[in-house]
């Protein structure tokens, strides 16, 4: 699975891209439960608030062009989505 996050917006309105690909990672499992689980999340709104940060990921299969897309504002991450928009992101 390769996870790539655009992260937007905050103070100072930088971007930060990042990318993962799961099968090269010692925790692959975890990482790729994380992503499964946004899907089944409830993340609120989603909608953008000034000087906070917006996340973007587009998830897709190693073998597959198709793509899934997440939109999750910053106010609405929950520890698990933090712990994964950090290793994408680090």
Avoid: C, N
Avoid at 4 to 19: I, M, P, Q, Y
């Amino acid at each position: 699975m390769i996870v790539t996050v655009t992260r937007s917006g905050g103070f100072a309105g930088l971007t930060k891209h990042g990318e993962l690909d799961t099968s090269d990672q010692p925790d692959a499992a975890k990482l790729e439960d994380a992503v499964r689980a946004l899907g089944a999340k409830d993340l609120g709104s989603g909608r953008p608030q000034p000087d906070r940060y917006v996340y973007r990921l587009v998830v897709r299969d190693a073998q597959d062009t198709d793509a899934t897309h997440h939109t999750v504002a910053e106010q609405d991450v929950d520890a698990t989505t933090a712990w994964l928009l950090d290793r994408i992101l680090s």
